[in-house]
Each structure stands twice: as C-alpha cells, then as structure tokens.
C-alpha cells in the first residue's frame, strides 16, 4: 500500500511545479503586453514546457488567470483570518507584517504581478477583495457607521494598493518592511506624526 503513494505523492509535486512555472510565465508576460497578444505558444516557451503539458493543466490563458486571482483571494483571506484586531489593540501593524512576508517569499511574481499596466482589472479586482476583507474584519469592531467605514476603507485600499505598486515601479530604496510600517501607520494615526517627525 505505501508503494502506491510515492508516485502519486511526486505527481501532485510535479504538477504543482508545472503549474506554478506557468503562471510565474504567464504574470511575466503579462507585465510586459496585453493579454490578448498572448499566446499558448509563447507561454509554453517562457514555462520551458511544450503546449500538452500546457493542456493538462489549463483550458487556454483565462483559464490561468482565474486560477491566479483564486490563489491570490485565498492567500488575502487566510492574512485576515489569522488576526484579531481586539487582541492586538485595534493595530494593523500585525496584518502588514503577513503582507510584507507574504510579498518577500514570492517577490518576482509580485513585482510582475503589480506591473501588469495592460490588464488593470486585475488589480482592480485585488483591491475590491482586499476592501471587502478590510471591511468584514472591522465593522466586527464594535459601533461604527457602516457608510462611514465603508468610505474609509475604500479610500484605505485604494491607497495601500497604489503604494505597492509604485514600490514595485520604483527603484525600491525604502526597504519593504519600512514601506509596510509607514501604511501600517498612516492607517493607524494619520498622517500628523510623520508631519511632526519631519519637523522636529
């Protein structure tokens, strides 16, 4: 019975290391044209796999892109559901430290993935699920106006959003930890005591 397992066990391994190369190929190109210019051809290339192999593990390039955006909902679900913002004194510090953490182990794919300027859905879609996750993890909080907080946050992921990215356009000389820690704090207290330190 154990003998059967191994194989199987390298498969799922193989597969997941397939399907991982082609959509670190797929992010790669996208950065670089529209999705609509994008081929199974020059995918399989950019993978280093040949157009079956392709085939065994997606329908055609949307089908990759629906697999990415799954991917990317259950990674910013699970940040969320890791964190209690009463035990941790209403401070975001703590969910921008899963996100720095998350960003550092895949940082290629992330950098490609916040330079994707032809498809701008995609981010468009990262914010409206990372305000919708914001937004389910503090109206929790106690009594707060629903409209209110619903502006609020939008205005929040709009911001965190648009920072990323330039970070990831930008020669990154702030270090991303610093990055995380200044969001983290602009959300936490506004922006009067980077006002105040910078004048002191």
Known sequence: MEKTRYPIEKTDKRSLKTKRAIK????????????????????????????????????????????IEDDLTKRVTGIFSRFDLVENNYNLFSVFEEVTAEISHDLTFYKDLFSCT????????????????LFCFLSKQ??????????????????????????FNSDRTIPLETLSHIIGSLILTGIKPIIKDAVT
């Open 24 to 67: 670190d190929a797929f992010i790669r190109l996208m950065s670089e044209k529209d999705i609509s210019q994008i081929t199974i051809k020059e995918l399989a290339l950019t993978a280093d796999i040949n157009r079956k192999t392709f085939y065994a593990h997606y329908n055609d390039i949307y089908d990759i892109l629906d697999d």
């Open 142 to 167: 106690g009594n707060i106006d629903a409209d209110t907080l619903a502006y609020s946050i939008d205005f929040i992921a709009a911001g965190v959003i648009s920072t990323y990215q330039k970070w």
């Open 118 to 133: 032809s498809y701008s859905n995609f981010l468009t879609k990262m914010k409206v699920l990372f305000t919708e996750k």
